[in-house]
């Protein structure tokens, strides 16, 4: 087993990383300090993994609140059913909240478990690469808005993360894939070396060689570890892990979602932000390429569906960077090396929605 | 005007008391930072008040969301219109909420604030006695569920409290009596000078002299303030504020929301926990009757609803207070001092509840 310190001060926590932790009583007795629990999951994952960790937790108190799966249910009405859940299960202050899932059965639940009683604990269990690797490390949650992805939801930190790799033998080659686009963000916003050996191991991932993916894993939580223990509420360096978020949550929304993987929007809006990063000179096409060489050998999405430049940027202007009215922008300084911008011309994002996405009229 | 600090690092903030605040332009520009304002209200408050505090942020962006009047509304359903709104007028993280009204839409509109891009900058503008002295200062925000009175909500504090005394010659006697209620309970809980100058001011305070209303305002904020910024999170000394509140609480709830005003139902439990204090040997005879009678010259109930013993001890369950499924109380050592605790005979509270609400079979 891995384990790696998110460093928060009174809310620090651990995240573990290995096969059979599922099911491994100590491990959770010693990671979990409530007695009284809410399992979260989903249909499709309680009945692969819920056995499993129901027999890790014997004989604490646990009730269930078993949701759909999919991004189409992660809105406020799902949140809520599970709000109703901790009550009616009569949970008090001192319970914690378990996440058995990929991101949005993580979401859902940790957003709940901030607004419970104005906070109870809360427990991530990732069952997907992306949740492994990104999306229940650092305290984000929350539900989207048929306006946008996210716009409801709270920091809120859980007490560990226990990733049992063992999960990702079970998963959909498409939801590996969406898991390998954030490991690639990963390499692209802050560590070339790492970059170059996803290059050199995707084969290796794509196969689930259990080696490759815990070193994916442990990697990718390290260089979000560092930055979340430096910029918790994203005041400023945080928000470089959106590379290809402000892209993707607008693809995602205009979509509808669940049309698009959350992971597969980050793709194409990687790709989009690699573009862009050309046009302003500080990639080279052969860098443009190489992205998307990468992320097309994961078998992810790099291109934009073609909504037209006025529905995208109108998309776009619901993102939660956006500053006095601007849209800022997680670019390429090279690769390896990202910053978050305001300052590029108008036009050179509006002649590259044009030829990526459509003009005005498209 | 009046100005207290609350002190809690990069979260203080001031808390502004005096006439004619919700009218002084210089005075609002320089406290609410944002440019972009979301006014939530509701249809009592907004006729009386909003064109004052209108003609005050004129040249700002301001958008609305008016709120139907009462408690029975101050739910999770509400706060979601809320959240609507503020993604229709497409405002961004760096927007405001202003709260223009009493404990009910602060506690709604907060809780919007809290959880709108995961937190936005929040103004409180309290309206009633009941907010300027006590829920529109020290970041409890959120809503009721039908099983419990703020069960779903945040710790978020305002960027600033402004309460424009003005606004007390509007509210109803049955508002103004509540509003005392949680003025007593600071003299209770911690400052028996407070409590025997509220005894002498009390008919000063029902025929709403602004002089002796500014003090009263002024002395409760003070001790608020004194107590959130040394546990804003209420790890421990902050549950005194709750003195009367599980009872209190478990009389909202069980009425239905809305029958009785909080600080009514504040008042019967405040008169509860003196009961219970006197048959732990803590208060005398004469103690209780002395806040009895000063509850009753207020114009406010001491007296719960016959709900019968096991009934009020479900509803109390709920309390964020409980721990390790028991009730912690909120009692009184003497007159202007209050503990926190767990540790009292379960008898003694059932024969309590025997006679007051009605036996096991009421």
Redesign the interface.
């Known amino acids: 087993m891995e384990r790696l310190d998110i460093d928060l001060g009174a809310r620090s926590y651990p995240i573990l990383i290995g096969p059979g932790l599922l099911g491994d009583a100590a491990l959770l007795s010693q990671s979990i300090r409530a007695r009284d629990l809410m399992l979260v999951s989903n249909v499709t994952v309680a009945p692969l993994w819920g056995p499993r960790l129901r027999a890790g937790l014997a004989g604490l108190r646990l009730a269930e609140c078993i949701l759909p799966d999919g991004e189409a249910h992660k809105t ?1 009405a799902t949140a ?1 059913r599970v ?2 859940a901790l ?2 299960a ?1 949970l ?3 319970c914690a909240v378990l996440a058995l899932g990929g991101g949005v059965v993580g979401d859902i639940a940790g957003f709940a478990a ?6 109870v604990d809360f427990v991530q269990l990732p069952t997907t690469l992306l949740a492994q690797v990104d999306s229940s490390v650092g305290g ?1 949650t ?1 539900v989207d ?4 992805k ?6 809120h930190q859980p007490v560990a993360v226990i990733a049992d790799t063992d999960t990702l033998g079970t998963l959909p080659d498409r939801e590996l894939a969406a898991g390998i686009a954030e490991v690639i963000k990963y390499g692209l916003v802050g560590d070339g070396d790492f970059l170059s050996w996803i290059e050199s191991n995707l084969d290796r991932l794509l196969a689930r060689d259990p080696g490759a993916l815990v070193h994916a894993i442990r990697r990718s939580c390290e260089c979000k570890a560092a930055i979340v223990s430096r910029d918790e ?1 994203e005041q400023g360096e945080r928000a470089l892990l959106n590379l290809g978020h402000t892209f993707g949550h607008a693809i995602e929304t205009g979509a509808g979602y669940g049309h698009w993987l959350h992971g597969e929007a980050v793709a194409a809006g990687m790709a989009m932000a690699a573009e862009m990063s050309r046009r302003l000179g500080w990639l080279g096409a052969a860098d443009v390429a190489r992205v998307r060489e990468l992320l097309g050998r994961a078998g992810l999405p790099v291109d934009p569906p073609r909504f037209g430049r006025e529905r995208m940027l109108g998309l776009m ?2 993102d ?6 601007r849209i800022r922008l997680v670019l390429l300084e090279r690769l390896g090396r990202a910053i978050c911008t305001a300052d590029y011309p108008d036009e050179a994002l509006e002649q590259m929605l044009d030829d990526l996405v459509g003009g005005a009229d498209a």
Chains 1, 2 share one sequence.
Do not use: T
């Open positions: 406020l809520s709000l109703d009550v009616e009569r008090n202050r001192d901030a607004c419970y009683q104005r906070g984000k929350g808005h048929p306006g946008g996210n716009l409801i939801g709270a920091f509420l202007r619901m939660k960077k956006v500053k006095a009215g």
